[in-house]
């Protein structure tokens, strides 16, 4: 059974640029979620995916935009790069069932340099 | 809105001994789920234990058990005979129960837990 997947695994990027992360949920999930994680920080949740809609948003934005595909992967996106921005970007997902969301499932991260 | 607090940033415990970390919450809601979650310096993120608001009893998995007290809106882990693999950060966090199709997770700022040899 595969857990949550995430690429690339690092990533180096400088002021300005725009970058894409990706993410395959753990099998039989249907729910995204994408959570920033400052170091030595608890992750803040940027927004979650279901049905390809993006359902909430935490506080960040709209730099910050995501895309969720039929085979319920997820893509998050991120212009204008900051070094702000750098950070361990955690996608987790989930099951919606009768729109209540199970536990969610983590996948590795990907971190993220602005130089 | 919701805020998750963990009062302790760090804490140690000899390896066989009993660690209890702390959790507070705050929340209007009466419907929700708490999670512990672990962080090894490998980073990924691991479910530890989950209690359902609803459930009086308390959770447990292993060495792994909570006090909840929801009155106090209060979520502790305890961890029973650490080992050495239980050394990593720990998460506490809360998750409202809402059929909505749209909820997410507040994590406290998490305790960084050493168990020493």
């Known amino acids: 059974d595969a857990g949550v997947t995430q690429s690339p695994t690092h990533l180096i990027k400088t002021r300005g640029q725009q970058v894409t992360l990706r993410c395959s949920p753990k099998?039989?999930?249907?729910?995204v979620s994408w959570y920033q994680q400052a170091l030595g920080q608890g992750p803040q949740f940027i927004f979650q995916?279901?049905?390809?809609?993006?359902?909430q948003r935490g506080n960040f934005p709209d730099r910050f935009s995501g895309h969720q595909f039929p085979n319920y992967s997820s893509e998050l996106n991120v212009n204008a790069l900051l070094l702000g921005d750098s950070a361990l970007y955690l996608c987790?997902?989930?099951?919606?069932?009768?729109?209540?969301?199970?536990?969610?499932?983590f996948g590795p991260g990907t971190r993220l340099l602005v130089l | 809105a919701q805020t998750v607090t963990q009062s302790q940033p760090e804490m140690s415990v000899q390896e066989a001994e009993t660690v209890t970390l702390s959790c507070t919450y705050d929340?209007?809601?009466?419907?929700?789920?708490l999670f512990w979650y672990k962080q090894p310096p490998s980073r990924q993120m691991i479910l530890v234990i989950r209690?359902?608001?609803?459930?009086?009893q308390n959770a447990t998995e292993n060495r792994f058990s909570v006090n909840f007290q929801k009155a106090a809106k209060s979520f502790s882990l305890k961890i029973s005979d650490s080992q050495l693999g239980d050394t990593a950060m720990y998460f506490c966090?809360?998750?409202?129960?809402?059929?909505?199709?749209?909820?997410?997770?507040?994590f406290g700022p998490g305790t960084r837990l050493s168990v020493l040899p």
């Open positions: 099998s039989g999930h249907d729910t």
């Open positions: 995916y279901y049905e390809e809609e993006e359902r």
């Open positions: 209690q359902e608001a609803y459930k009086q």
């Open positions: 987790a997902s989930s099951l919606a069932i009768q729109g209540v969301q199970e536990t969610q499932y």
């Open positions: 966090a809360f998750m409202k129960r809402r059929s909505n199709y749209g909820q997410n997770f507040v």
């Open positions: 929340t209007s809601e009466n419907n929700y789920y």
